[in-house]
């Protein structure tokens, strides 16, 4: 069981960044790939980033490509979203996701452990 809670959303101007972070209950966290989605009003939720247990692979989303990183510590049990050069369309709901079991990285369906959710606002 992993639960998560996520932090760090506010309200920015474009060009500005922010961290996100995702602390999580359990004591496998190593053990699980986490990923980042976001959903913003009449979308869908959208895959943002994601990252293996130790790290190694790495995936984003071709929108935040270059802007944002997805890093984790799990001495911790925190992963982490920087973004930066923030743009009004990146303006939504961002959730922290977990998972163990599988290879699948993209799809909400790929992540049984969800987070409540933190609001980013970009003004322009």
């Known amino acids: 069981q992993v639960q998560l809670v996520e932090s760090g959303g506010g309200l920015v101007q474009a060009g500005d960044s922010l961290r996100l972070s995702c602390a999580a209950s359990g004591r496998t966290f190593s053990a699980y790939r986490m990923g980042w989605f976001r959903q913003a009003p009449g979308k869908e939720r959208e895959f943002v980033a994601a990252?293996?247990?130790?790290?190694?692979?790495?995936y984003y989303a071709d929108s935040v490509k270059g802007r944002f990183t997805i890093s984790r510590d799990n001495a911790k049990n925190t992963v982490y979203l920087q973004m930066n050069s923030l743009k009004p369309e990146d303006t939504a709901v961002y959730y922290c996701?977990?998972?163990?079991?599988?290879?699948?990285?993209?799809?909400?369906?790929?992540?049984?452990?969800w987070g409540q959710g933190t609001q980013v606002t970009v003004s322009s």
């Open positions: 996701a977990a998972d163990n079991a599988g290879s699948k990285w993209f799809s909400i369906i790929d992540y049984y452990y």
């Open positions: 990252l293996s247990w130790s790290g190694g692979n790495i």
